[in-house]
């Protein structure tokens, strides 16, 4: 029997005065909702579970430490359009255009971007060669995203900080009975009968005590020095007021396609830090030419003409783990920061076309690449892709993703429900880059916009179908294919 969504405030609206009583969880915090389905963090996963979840019949909770959801690709701003793949992707997709958040920069409006050494995306293409780059504004679609919540009657807690559960033994495993959050309130709970891992980073997990791998795989054997080192990750900004043409001009005029000479002589002048624009490294191990080192400038358009988002990523050899270490999440945050104001006046001072550029937007946060891996009921690896396998529990239909490690060779897999499943607690579903995937995996194909939608969509359906049967998601049989 289905439950509605039980608010308790923990004051009267009126005066002030203490309301009735307030239950207490069994730690003895507050608990202030009492739902169907708790989604933890509003990322495409978390968004697209509690917008199913709901849409299902489901009183759904989602807690959001940030103003709205989107994750990485609204407060972290990477705002990559992709075309849709169904579900509640494509609906999504089709708001945003319908909604004016979308820009496409092909070679018509942005001649010279094909096969140009600063592009992040198109660099690969022959040059001049037509090509369709979309964006959408990371605000924008953050609004949208809060207006489909709000009209499915998803619950939101905005800033709210997920800090722990309290669980219970249930048979062999365990199960959530309350997430702890942290909000201007204080410190409050929230009830619920199944619990969805949005994070990103696999913090619930973390926090119920399942089990996982931290981030860090396989390194290479001239860089090994018992650290564990992570797949760095970035902080991206927004620069506007860029006249490309000029820059491409200087590029021709001078031969200067990476703005090498540039570089070197600011750096002469002092005014590049050593981590700006750091040189790759000679053994370019399992990360191929992704991440290793920071070159040259990394740029894509975004919002309209004249407008670029630009990446800064974490030094590889600072091996940190901001997903679980608060000193190596502060330093990521405010070194970066230094380093994106050094990159723009590097940028203004001395590359043509920047000389009116102005930094409009950072990033609210480090987006984390490689974070802890959770181990589920089954863990999804690189030979799945490679075998192509087939499973009974497949949660879409055959995928074909190009792998970029294996000499961009395309497979056609399908990838298993019991993904969704962490070991140990009976209660808790995965989503996007939280599941049960092994590190190069997700990494390479396996954490995009739409895949983390779907995942947060079946998430959301295999919340729903468990509380209407009566039972856990890990007694949920997954017959047919969603997508």
Not at 23 to 52: C, K, N, T, Y
Not at 304 to 314: A, D, M, R
Not at 423 to 428: A, D, I, S, Y
Request: with cysteine; aromatic share 10%.
């Amino acid at each position: 029997m289905r439950r509605p969504l039980t608010m308790h405030p923990p004051f009267s609206p009126n005066d002030g005065s203490p309301s009735e009583p307030q239950p207490l969880s069994a730690g003895g915090v507050p608990v202030v909702a009492d739902v169907d389905v708790v989604v933890i963090g509003g990322g495409p996963g978390g968004f697209a579970a509690a917008l199913r979840a709901r849409r299902e019949g489901c009183s759904v909770l989602m807690v959001e430490k940030f103003d709205m959801p989107g994750g990485v690709h609204t407060s972290g701003l990477q705002g990559a359009a992709n075309p849709g793949v169904g579900g509640i992707h494509t609906e999504l997709m089709e708001r945003f255009h319908r909604e004016g958040c979308i820009y496409e920069a092909n070679e018509k409006n942005l001649p010279d971007w094909a096969g140009n050494p600063l592009s992040h995306y198109d660099y690969y293409l022959p040059p001049g060669s037509p090509f369709k780059r979309t964006s959408f504004n990371p605000d924008g679609a953050g609004n949208v995203m809060v207006r489909m919540l709000e009209e499915a009657g998803v619950q939101a807690l905005y800033g709210a900080s997920f800090v722990d559960v309290e669980m219970v033994q249930d048979g062999t495993e365990r199960r959530i009975t309350h997430a702890i959050i942290e909000t201007v309130s204080g410190r409050q709970a929230i009830r619920g009968r199944v619990f969805v891992e949005g994070s990103g980073t696999a913090e619930v997990v973390a926090r119920a005590g399942a089990p996982f791998v931290r981030g860090g795989g396989r390194q290479p054997q001239t860089l090994t020095d018992g650290q564990s080192r992570p797949i760095p990750g970035g902080l991206l900004w927004i620069m506007g007021g860029i006249d490309f043409a000029r820059t491409v001009a200087y590029q021709r005029r001078e031969d200067d396609p990476a703005l090498g000479k540039l570089i070197d002589r600011a750096r002469a002048a002092g005014d590049i830090p050593p981590q700006l624009y750091r040189p790759r490294m000679a053994d370019k191990g399992v990360y191929g030419d992704h991440y290793i080192g920071h070159p040259t400038v990394d740029m894509s358009p975004i919002h309209g003409p004249g407008s670029f988002i630009l990446w800064q990523n974490v030094p590889y050899e600072w091996a940190l783990h901001m997903d679980d270490d608060a000193a190596d999440a502060s330093r990521a945050k405010k070194e970066l920061r230094r380093l994106i104001d050094a990159e723009a006046r590097f940028l203004v001072k001395y590359v043509p076309g920047f000389e009116n550029a102005f930094i409009s937007h950072v990033g609210r946060y480090v987006g984390v690449r490689d974070g802890r891996h959770p181990i589920g009921e089954y863990v999804f690896s690189i030979d799945d892709a490679r075998e192509q396998r087939r499973f009974p529990d497949a949660v879409t239909r055959p995928m074909t993703k190009t792998f970029f490690w294996d000499a961009y060779a395309k497979y056609s897999f399908e990838v298993p429900y019991r993904c969704f499943l962490p070991r140990e607690v009976n209660n808790l579903l995965l989503t996007g880059a939280s599941l049960s995937f092994t590190f190069e995996t997700i990494f390479m194909v396996m954490r995009n916009f739409p895949w983390c939608t779907q995942t947060g969509e079946i998430a959301g359906l295999a919340a729903a179908r468990s509380i209407r049967q009566g039972i856990t998601p890990k007694q949920l049989a997954w017959t047919e294919p969603l997508f």
